[in-house]
């Protein structure tokens, strides 16, 4: 009993100190409203264990390791303390305080830390543990009995009146467990009988997280024995809705496991949910720091050599750099967690050599944070399945571009997809959101029910560019300039942000693609001797670096942008061609601020809008043919980067097509800009 007071004492002074008393005052206000008519009043007490343990080390042994014998002793003090100060008229009775305990974090530690290859899975763990991991899955939220009151059948007993007895649901317990009918009196041994008037409900999610590490298996298959086990959590009150599919998280819970016979289910119960993110490396090498030194002459000359030397264990240096450059522009325009509002840059390829587009796209995958790449046999968006754990409800699993969340999701060679399944990008594409349909018949529900979940991530797909395009009806009618989408319908095409066209082009290129796969295949610590050689692990430091780095629009930049938007919508009014809509503008300013994010600039300038016109107008023609602004295919590298002439070169060609961007703003939305001079 000493023991206990002593425990008692530590938790009233730990409330004292951390604030929970004066919060204790504050939700008792909240039951001596009139409207109030449960006679069951619930606490949430925060608890900082470090805190704890440096008060009353017995105590914080207690929380850590034992925490359903320390929550009577808070209900006892919380109990003592309402009454004494008169906070809560109505109470009776101890057994009417419900406190759950919410662990602030746990000691970094082994022992604490989730991790099914090693766990105690034979024996019962009743201690909190963290795991870090990605949500997967998730049911709609239902009820449970949350408490409820139970009497005794003897008339003459005393319990079988008041509040003497009320049962909770304690971590791990299933519902029979609080509202079970074979619990008998503790005055008189008569049994029990539940006054189901005085049942208290509460809300119960379902959902399913795999570790962190399986983030890395989701970019492409691996021939590795390691299996990832997903585990389930149950989120109670006021955590239901507070993990989102796709989303990284940080859980505290309790380990539990239910034997319904035959078969034993093994969870845990959700105490705490944090959003998190991981910690990637971002650190620039010296390789890029000194070549950023030495290209500080040019705002264009950074991103070039960047992009020219990108990929080399895939393509030679200098071949396909304008699809080069929209795949690292992609992958600075993601976020891990999209905690800001990014515009995602969408690419369509039409080529001709699959086998190869399908290597340089895999090998940028493997550059982004969270990076996954679509399996034909699974769902892309979401999937149902009946629940295991006794709910009976629908769970609903994520699809490829859920898991992509804050990433890329690489859909591939879209020539092998049905109508269905073009016409569900499409609609995601637009409205980035993605919808499943539940039937409640067979899930249990009365209503059938339809939720959406949020897509943010980028898409990067390829197609045939040589495909016959008769299939969708357009061949009679493109428009000079324009490219035949091949297999797919063009309205999907429109609905992707870039699209970029790469063909083999003639013998030499062909060429140069077989010498190199045989050099590399030879020689692979050879095949590109060169001073300007960066590894995978250099551009996995510099993405990561530029994709944390916050730009700001210049007033140059602003005006180029506005005014070709302006100038672009003048041209198709008047040409009664397929006009630019909102989503044009703010797709220049995403490759703007992502060329300046390249370049690792922090103010986005006018050089950055030339290369974002220039990679849209070449969108728009192959989308809807040529425009008065006249631009070559590959404008944004009009000739080889091999040395520093190259790298001139470029440079002036880029120059003169600036001038003409210039010229073609004066000349068809001079009220745009007016302060664009004639150069």
């Not at 870090?132 to 449970?144: F, N």
């Not at 974002?612 to 043919?625: D, P, Q, R, W, Y």
């Not at 440079?651 to 001079?677: G, M, N, S, T, W």
Request: some cysteine; glycine content about 6%.
């Amino acid at each position: 009993m000493a023991n206990i007071f002593t425990l008692k004492k530590s938790i009233l002074s730990y409330l004292n100190l951390s604030g929970g008393l004066q919060k204790l005052v504050n939700d008792c206000a909240s039951f001596n409203d009139p409207q109030h008519a449960k006679d069951v009043y619930r606490f949430c007490i925060t608890v900082n264990p470090s805190d704890v343990i440096d008060l009353d080390a017995e105590l914080g042994d207690c929380i850590l390791h034992d925490p359903q014998r320390a929550t009577p002793l808070f209900q006892s003090v919380c109990f003592t303390a309402i009454k004494n100060l008169s906070l809560v008229k109505k109470i009776q009775t101890e057994c009417q305080v419900n406190v759950v305990l919410k662990l602030t974090h746990l000691p970094p530690f082994p022992e604490y830390v989730l991790d099914l290859a090693t766990f105690p899975r034979m024996r019962q763990t009743t201690w909190p543990v963290l795991m870090e991991g990605l949500a997967i899955a998730t049911t709609w939220v239902t009820k449970y009995t949350q408490g409820t009151r139970f009497l005794c059948s003897n008339d003459c007993c005393p319990f079988s009146l008041g509040f003497h007895t009320i049962r909770f649901h304690t971590p791990g317990a299933t519902e029979s467990a609080t509202v079970g009918n074979d619990f008998t009196c503790m005055v008189c041994t008569s049994p029990f009988k539940e006054d189901i008037k005085f049942r208290v409900l509460g809300d119960k999610q379902l959902v399913e997280l795999i570790h962190v590490d399986a983030l890395n298996v989701l970019h492409a298959p691996q021939q590795t024995a390691i299996r990832y086990q997903s585990v389930t959590f149950f989120l109670r009150d006021e955590l239901c809705n507070a993990m989102r599919i796709g989303r990284l998280y940080r859980v505290i819970g309790i380990p539990a496991r239910v034997h319904r016979s035959p078969n034993i289910t093994w969870s845990v119960e959700a105490n705490s949910v944090q959003p998190w993110e991981p910690e990637y490396p971002h650190e620039i090498s010296v390789k890029f720091k000194e070549l950023l030194d030495a290209t500080r002459g040019s705002p264009w000359r950074f991103a070039a050599v960047v992009t020219n030397c990108f990929a080399l264990d895939v393509v030679p240096r200098g071949l396909f750099n304008t699809l080069k450059l929209s795949l690292l522009l992609s992958l600075l325009q993601t976020e891990a967690e999209a905690k800001h509002t990014v515009f995602n840059l969408d690419l369509l390829v039409m080529t001709d050599d699959k086998l190869i587009l399908d290597r340089l796209m895999a090998y940028a995958l493997s550059l982004a944070c969270r990076g996954v790449r679509h399996p034909a046999s699974e769902k892309m968006f979401a999937s149902l399945s009946q629940d295991e754990h006794g709910v009976g409800t629908a769970n609903i699993h994520a699809g490829s571009a859920l898991l992509a969340t804050g990433g890329i999701c690489m859909l591939g060679d879209l020539s092998g997809f049905v109508k269905d399944e073009l016409d569900a990008i499409q609609s995601v594409l637009d409205s980035r959101t993605a919808s499943v349909f539940i039937p409640g018949k067979k899930y249990g529900e009365a209503v059938d029910q339809k939720l959406s979940f949020p897509v943010s991530c980028s898409f990067w797909a390829f197609t045939d560019s040589a495909h016959p395009p008769q299939r969708w009806g357009r061949a009679h009618d493109v428009t000079l300039g324009a490219a035949g989408m091949g297999a797919i319908p063009p309205q999907l095409a429109d609905s992707f942000g870039l699209v970029v066209q790469v063909d083999q082009g003639g013998k030499q290129t062909v060429l140069a693609q077989a010498v190199h796969i045989l050099r590399q295949a030879v020689l692979p610590e050879e095949h590109h001797p060169s001073l300007m050689n960066f590894s995978a692990e250099d551009y996995e430091g510099l993405v990561a670096h530029a994709q944390n780095l916050k730009v700001e629009l210049s007033t140059s930049a602003q005006m180029m942008i506005h005014g070709y938007y302006m100038a672009s919508r003048a041209v198709c009014s008047q040409t009664h061609a397929a006009k630019m809509s909102m989503a044009s503008i703010k797709l220049l300013i995403s490759l703007a601020e992502a060329h300046c994010k390249l370049s690792l600039r922090r103010q986005v300038v006018q050089e950055d809008a030339v290369i974002a016109v220039l990679l849209c107008e070449n969108s728009s023609t192959l989308k809807h043919g040529a425009s008065a602004l006249v631009i070559p295919p590959d404008a944004a590298f009009p000739n080889d980067l091999g040395d520093v002439d190259g790298l001139l070169r470029r440079e002036r060609a880029l120059d003169l097509l600036r001038q003409d961007i210039l010229r073609f703003i004066h000349a068809y939305a001079p009220q745009a800009v007016k302060d664009i001079r004639e150069e």
